[in-house]
């Protein structure tokens, strides 16, 4: 049995962690229904393991690997229902709620990204991690980082100046 020191310090890195990790994921699968049950599910595998992985030198690598492991999961179960659904009928998309209209459309482009490009670009500009940080999560060399970011930047940019000029056109 835990000790209650060992109680708070989990409930302290959980409560920590939480608002950073759904965020996270909020970005990279694009849903934050998702994301919050996502989230749920990391700290819930932090907690079965944390006797270990509090011993660990980065604690917070080892759950986000976690959550975008179990991210990449789902995203796989929804491209299988979706083929299935194409198979049998519509998809029905699920309305999008109130976010802003560039918020929706830099959600979109990131989910069309590569997953290794929405990964490093999620860590790198909303989790804000450093390249260093991002190939520790990744299991990558920097290098890799670096190259994965500059070409997913590269891609976001073509796209979002695509969508404006979409827009300007609608107008």
């Known amino acids: 049995m835990a000790d209650t020191t060992d109680d708070e310090a989990l409930e302290r890195f959980c409560t920590a962690e939480h608002p950073r990790l759904l965020g996270l994921l909020t970005l990279y699968v694009g849903d934050r229904g998702v994301a919050e049950q996502l989230a749920q599910d990391a700290l819930v595998r932090l907690c079965q393991h944390w006797p270990r992985v509090r011993r660990m030198a980065h604690p917070r690598g080892w759950l986000t690997r976690v959550a975008l492991n179990g991210a990449t999961s789902w995203s796989r179960r929804r491209a299988a229902e979706r083929r ?3 198979r049998h009928g519509p998809d029905h998309e699920v309305s999008p709620g109130t976010d802003t209209v560039t918020a929706l459309a830099v959600r979109d482009a990131l989910r069309r990204l590569p997953d290794r490009q929405r990964r490093v670009v999620v860590l790198r500009f909303y989790a804000g991690l450093d390249v260093a940080e991002a190939a520790s999560v990744l299991a990558c060399p920097e290098g890799t980082v670096k190259s994965l970011t500059h070409r997913a930047v590269a891609r976001l940019r073509d796209e979002l100046a695509l969508a ?8």
């Open 164 to 171: 404006e000029l979409e827009d300007d056109r609608v107008r």
């Open 84 to 86: 299935a659904l194409a």
